[in-house]
């Protein structure tokens, strides 16, 4: 076969039926990292039927990035990671951690079908993982939850899943519930056919965790008040609606819990199966008119990261493109929609961390790096013969938190300019400006403070020069729709007007006492809202 035309109709739905693209939402530390390894490593010792024993054997998987990562501290950047368990081909997108993050972090989740949240069980949910579960809500995707570290002592099963109901209002579903507080982890009850897992530990974890299955009464018996305590609160959870019903987890009104610890591999294998059953798998989707695109059209994709500086010796730029229909072969010519022009794709990889693979073959669920795509922006659609097809522009972020920057040291204000038109360009943080601040120090705006950290650095070390910067206390950003209003605002005390480069003006309030304060003075000022972490 040569052509993607040829490929049969068949074969594309049901590669993508083998499909599962999904990204782990977390806070830094909670164990992103440990189980994304631990996630490969057990797939290929299923798939290899146990080829992989003891450390030398976790070699080769994702640990040459993990090294490379832990070696610098950093999290490097990364985008897909593609691995196969048993007949189903897992596409796990990465959502940076500190080095890389930026709005991009945000938008990789408009090219997944589901998102593992991963909760440290001593630290439930904490604030990343509160703003990427926001934009899984507001996108409708749905989200199984994994408390990981169960090794550890930490909090109780009960206060971490009411802690989802009423922190996120996302009604836990547990599918297993831990045997022995943290700390004391034996095992799991499997809450859909009430038996016992029981867990053993291999050396560091570094194979998959041996389990044994008991009975209900063999557990009883042998466990005793553990059994009995976690029977009891499992049932409690389910009688007050949390029992399991795949159609509110695809609703994305609900969520699948399990519990495990990444770093000794239990409960892993249980949430590739889950992945595997339940998780959703790609879908036609929606182009920009509304019109659903068949899995077996011809070939489409859309951006929705475009990376600079991948290779420190090359400072190339790749773009990653999820496909959403058709086969994509590597070296077929197709167009950006954005532009109208041809596209070749000669240069397609798999790109995970440092390494890259070519990549020949891809299917709707799968991710392609595109090497050298200066051509490319986050939100182009690239398809194959004709009509057009426009998927969807990506979503821009509410900022939360903004800073005024300023460089350190006098005689640097050139570089300064330059990084910060830098950094907005690509997403970094946002650059807002007003006359009344002036040029010299434009307004930094992040849906994360985390972003703010990266620009610093990146600043410091990319362009030499080292910035302060003066948090601003503004927490509620709304558009501004009639530029006249503008004074309104800026005379307010807890409120002011910044100007963003794509020409949208912000209407910043300290909160949202402040925004109620100003709209009951003020009835005819129009603003418009920036819901759910996304305008
Ligand atoms: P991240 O990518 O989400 O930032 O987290 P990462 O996997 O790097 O894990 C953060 C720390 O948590 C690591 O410890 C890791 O070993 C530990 N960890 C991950 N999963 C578990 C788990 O299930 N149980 C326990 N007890 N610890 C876990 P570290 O001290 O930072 O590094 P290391 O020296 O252990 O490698």
Redesign the pocket.
């Known amino acids: 076969m040569t052509a993607a035309g040829q490929q049969s109709a068949v074969d594309v739905v049901g590669e993508a039926g083998r499909r599962r693209t999904f990204a782990v939402i ?11 390894e631990a996630l490969a490593l057990h797939a290929r010792v299923i798939s290899e039927a146990g080829a992989v024993h003891g450390k030398a054997g976790r070699r080769g998987v994702v640990s040459d990035w993990l090294a490379m990562e ?1 070696a610098r501290g950093i ?1 490097i950047t990364s985008a897909a990671l593609q691995f196969s368990y048993g007949d189903t081909v897992i596409n796990m997108l990465d959502t940076p ?1 500190h080095a890389d993050f930026s709005e991009d972090t945000y938008r990789v989740l408009s090219a997944v079908d589901s998102a593992v949240m ?1 909760l ?1 069980a001593a630290k439930g949910l904490e604030p990343q993982t509160l703003k990427l579960f926001d934009v899984c809500r507001h996108r409708g995707i749905p989200v199984i939850t994994f408390v ?5 002592p930490g909090r109780e099963a009960l206060e971490l899943c009411d802690e989802l109901v009423e922190r996120i209002g996302l009604q836990p579903m547990p599918l297993t519930w831990p045997v022995g507080e943290a700390g004391q982890f034996q095992g799991v009850r499997d809450c859909l056919d009430g038996t016992f897992v029981r867990y053993q530990r291999t050396a560091g974890g570094a194979t998959a965790a041996a389990e044994e299955r008991l009975t209900p009464d063999q557990a009883q018996a042998e466990i005793g008040a553990d059994w009995a305590r976690a029977a009891e609160e499992a049932d409690l959870l389910a009688a007050s609606g949390g029992e399991f019903d795949p159609a509110r987890f695809i609703a994305a009104n609900a969520s699948p819990v399990l519990f ?5 591999n ?1 409960g892993v294998r249980h949430l590739l199966d889950v992945l595997v059953e339940l998780a959703p798998r790609p879908v036609p989707r929606r182009d920009a008119d509304g019109n659903s695109r068949a899995l077996d059209a011809p070939f489409s994709a859309f951006v929705f990261k475009v990376q600079t500086g991948m290779d420190p010796s090359h400072r190339d730029q790749v773009a990653f493109a999820r496909v959403c229909s058709g086969v994509f072969e590597r070296g077929m010519v197709v167009t950006n929609a954005t532009t109208g022009r041809p596209f070749a794709t000669k240069y397609a990889h798999q790109v995970f961390g440092q390494q890259r693979s070519t990549l020949d073959t891809a299917y709707p669920g799968d991710v392609i790096g595109l090497v050298n795509a200066t051509a490319l922006r986050v939100g182009d659609t690239l398809y194959a013969g004709k009509p057009t097809v426009r998927y969807p522009g990506l979503p821009s972020f509410a900022p939360g938190f903004f800073s005024v920057a300023r460089p350190a040291e006098v005689g640097r204000a050139k570089q300064f300019r330059k990084g910060i038109e830098q950094l907005g360009s690509e997403g970094v943080v946002q650059v807002l400006r007003s006359d009344r601040r002036g040029d010299a120090a434009p307004v930094l705006a992040a849906v994360g403070p985390m972003q703010f950290e990266v620009a610093v650095h990146r600043l410091d070390t990319e362009f030499g020069v080292p910035v302060n910067l003066e948090s601003l206390p503004y927490t509620v950003a709304r558009r501004l729709d009639d530029p006249v209003q503008r004074s309104i605002v800026d005379t307010g005390r807890r409120s002011e007007v910044l100007s963003r480069a794509d020409g949208t003006d912000l209407a910043l309030f300290t909160d949202q006492h402040a925004l109620n304060v100003m709209l009951r003075l003020h009835p005819d000022l129009v603003v418009s809202s920036l819901v759910a972490g996304t305008d």
């Open positions: 977390s806070h830094p530390d909670a164990g992103k990292s440990t189980l994304t832990q999290s951690g991963l440290d990981n570290k169960w090794d550890r495990g610890s990444a770093v000794l239990f």
